[in-house]
């Protein structure tokens, strides 16, 4: 009896171990994910303080940001289940995964959770920029041109990115 146990033990070793490993690739790909989204937010969020009249192309954009970033983690997710040749592990974590625009229109017709991401994403892709998207993006250079107006969300960034590149998944 104990020798079976030993035995499936050590039969489940390696399963445990590439759970564990993935369940790690995840949860530092879905911290990105986040401060991305974190990242995102605060530069609308800088831009209407600055211009009011920005509100609603700065929702418009963070839909879009959402969408694209909704869609590349349950991607990443269900390629660490099921295809990891598909993800560049080796690349620092926001080049894992490259899709290309005919991949995310593939990815769309899919009638799964990916499928549904994909179509979210596809379809902020060929629809018509908000009107106000250059008035928007002509507030992010500003910003960005003028480091101190964004010195606390861009360290913020800096160190959630710094603190998600440590993370060893082995």
């Known amino acids: 009896m104990k020798l079976s146990a030993v035995i499936l033990s050590l039969v489940l070793l390696p399963t445990t171990a590439l759970a564990s490993t993935t369940n790690c690739e995840s949860d530092k790909y879905h911290q990105y994910v986040d401060a991305s989204l974190s990242w995102y937010q605060s530069l609308v969020d800088l831009s209407v303080k600055q211009d009011e009249s920005l509100k609603e192309v700065g929702d418009w954009f963070l839909a879009g940001r ?37 991949d995310v229109k593939k990815l769309s017709t899919q009638q799964d959770e990916l499928g549904r991401y994909a179509k979210k994403a596809f379809d902020d892709r060929q629809s018509t920029p908000h009107k106000k998207n250059y008035e928007l993006r002509s507030a992010f250079a500003d910003l960005l041109t003028h480091p101190v107006n964004i010195d606390e969300p861009l360290n913020a960034y800096n160190e959630k990115m710094t603190k998600i590149a440590a993370i060893k998944c082995d």
């Open 66 to 102: 959402k969408h694209h970033f909704e869609l590349n983690r349950e991607a990443v997710d269900w390629y660490l289940e099921n295809d990891k040749d598909q993800l560049d592990l080796n690349q620092p974590v926001e080049s894992w995964l490259q899709l290309t625009q005919q």
